[in-house]
């Protein structure tokens, strides 16, 4: 069974930074493009950035890019997305989700459950 | 950025009778003359993940009930539900994986009449 479990959401104030993680299992990690899609509270989804199988390749958001970093660790299965100089509309449940084709863009399958960042003096 | 803008933006459907989305793109999700147009549409209940429907704008991801159909090319899509049940109270995003940054739509919260 395909399982995205997200962590390392908390509370942090304006400037701060954060990494979140999540840990991929029941399938082949390093088969598939990641992604970050966040939806701030009361919100829609909005994509934050993606990263091809082997990590050489990235994408961000306008309003993230130069501020967050996303990686891979496929050793161990992981999906890393490193925020920094965060603001207040950082706010929002983080979601890793998966590309549902291994050859191309193919929507997402599979998305973990969330984790909640909150940027707040 | 390409700008996905749905109709409406909430839905009162009555149990067992049809309800349609409307989503409608900035610009053209096919490459050249390809005729798969890079759509897709998600399902969101309260204190879930989104769930994958449709993708390619009209594949139906396995274990999808097939009262969810998706249709439309180029910048124009519709996903409707036949009959509608009460399992499929939910906001309904689409989605371009055309360019990116990908993007969504502002979502339709479907509910019952």
């Known amino acids: 069974e395909v399982q995205l479990v997200e962590s390392g959401g908390g509370l942090v104030q304006p400037g701060g930074s954060l990494r979140l993680s999540c840990a991929a299992s029941?399938?082949?990690?390093?088969?598939?493009?990641m992604h970050w899609v966040r939806q701030a509270p009361g919100k829609g989804l909005v994509f934050v950035s993606r990263?091809?199988?082997?990590?050489?390749?990235?994408t961000y958001a306008g309003s993230v890019k130069g501020r967050f970093t996303i990686s891979r660790d496929n050793a161990n299965n992981t999906l890393y997305l490193q925020m920094n100089s965060l603001r207040a509309e950082d706010t929002a449940l983080y979601y890793c989700a998966r590309g549902r084709s291994i050859v191309r863009a193919t929507g997402f399958d599979h998305w973990g459950q969330g984790t909640l960042v909150t940027v707040s003096s | 950025d390409v700008v996905m803008t749905q109709s409406p933006d909430s839905l009162a459907v009555s149990l067992g009778e049809r309800a349609t989305i409307n989503c409608k793109s900035s610009q053209r999700l096919l490459y050249g003359t390809g005729n798969e147009s890079y759509l897709a549409w998600y399902q969101h209940k309260p204190g879930q993940p989104p769930k994958l429907l449709i993708y390619?704008?009209?594949t139906r991801e396995s274990g999808v009930p097939d009262r969810f159909s998706g249709s439309g090319s180029g910048t124009d899509f519709t996903l409707t539900i036949s009959s509608l049940q009460a399992e499929d109270v939910a906001v309904y995003y689409c989605h371009q994986y055309y360019n990116t940054p990908y993007t969504f739509g502002q979502g339709t919260k479907l509910e019952i009449k």
């Open positions: 990263i091809n199988r082997d990590g050489t390749s990235t």
């Open positions: 029941g399938f082949t990690f390093s088969n598939h493009w």
């Open positions: 390619w704008a009209s």
